[in-house]
């Protein structure tokens, strides 16, 4: 059986007033095509609608039935209707979020949502060299992630990926370290000979430190092989070796030790990584777009 709300709401009228000029007078429409609609009903049904009773239209036992149920599909789509007119709900907009990038930048994107009622942010801490699968396979809908100029995230079919925040490099060096930072020279020399706090090379990050290494021309001597920026820190503040850093990963975990630019052109962008599909929705687009405002400095 195949019929149309239109028809349902005609039924209804019909039953209500008894003719189908009085429900046609109601619904707007000619008396002709109120009972074309009721034609195109009962066929639909196979059985038929109404007895005749007198000048009036009753339903029949199948009519009753119909005009019942026809009653809660029409309330539905009220329902239905009204929800799509009035404000839209909040939509949960999923961020995978990671250490530095998540201190700095997540306080401020949720200030910059708070004119957004509609959009109900939730951090969700992901490995940032997971971050690209963790958005493909829908299990966040955007996400901060990482792209070094000397490891750079291969392109991913269906993958956006926005640039939001470039850093360059810098050494953190052991307590009392006196070099002159315009002289890269002296930098190369001194972090030549002392002991290296490294990320494991298995890492995008220990890939893309060694590269930048050698790009500023320093073969760094591995002496400690360490993921956490925070215990790095910690190391190099022991005198225990050099490590690298960024500014935003000093934000997270600040250091009273001193630090130098790595010489050489290497840099890491933080980026936000999106399914193109779900830049559709509005939830995500507005965190997107918070996001960009935050890292703008």
Do not use: K
């Amino acid at each position: 059986m195949r019929w149309t709300l239109d028809q349902l709401r005609t039924l209804v009228a019909v039953a209500e007033h008894g003719t189908m000029s009085g429900a046609a007078a109601t619904l707007g429409y000619t008396t002709g095509a109120v009972s074309q609609q009721m034609a195109a009903l009962g066929r639909a049904v196979g059985r038929p609608l109404f007895v005749r009773d007198g000048a009036r239209l009753a339903l029949s036992d199948d009519g009753t039935v119909l005009v019942e149920q026809a009653r809660l599909v029409l309330e539905a789509e009220g329902r239905a209707a009204a929800v799509v007119r009035g404000p839209s709900p909040a939509s949960a907009v999923r961020l995978g979020v990671f250490g530095s990038a998540a201190v700095v930048g997540l306080p401020v994107a949720r200030e910059r949502l708070a004119g957004e009622p509609s959009v109900a942010l939730q951090a969700v801490e992901v490995d940032v060299e997971a971050m690209p699968d963790a958005v493909l396979r829908d299990e966040i809908d955007l996400a901060l992630g990482l792209d070094y100029s000397d490891a750079p995230l291969p392109p991913r079919r269906g993958l956006d990926v926005a640039r939001l925040h470039r850093e360059s490099f810098l050494l953190v060096l052991p307590p009392g370290a006196e070099l002159d930072v315009g002289m890269a020279e002296e930098v190369r020399a001194f972090a030549d000979a002392t002991d290296w706090i490294l990320p494991p090379p298995t890492s995008t990050f220990g890939r893309a430190v060694r590269t930048a290494c050698a790009r500023a021309g320093i073969a760094p001597r591995e002496r400690h092989l360490v993921t956490d920026t925070a215990v790095s820190i910690a190391l190099a503040e022991a005198g225990l070796g050099i490590t690298l850093v960024t500014p935003l990963m000093l934000a997270m975990r600040a250091t009273t030790a001193p630090t130098v630019a790595l010489p050489g052109p290497s840099t890491r962008d933080v980026v936000v990584l999106a399914r193109t599909s779900a830049l559709e929705r509005v939830g995500v687009r507005a965190v997107r777009s918070a996001l960009v405002e935050a890292f703008t400095f």
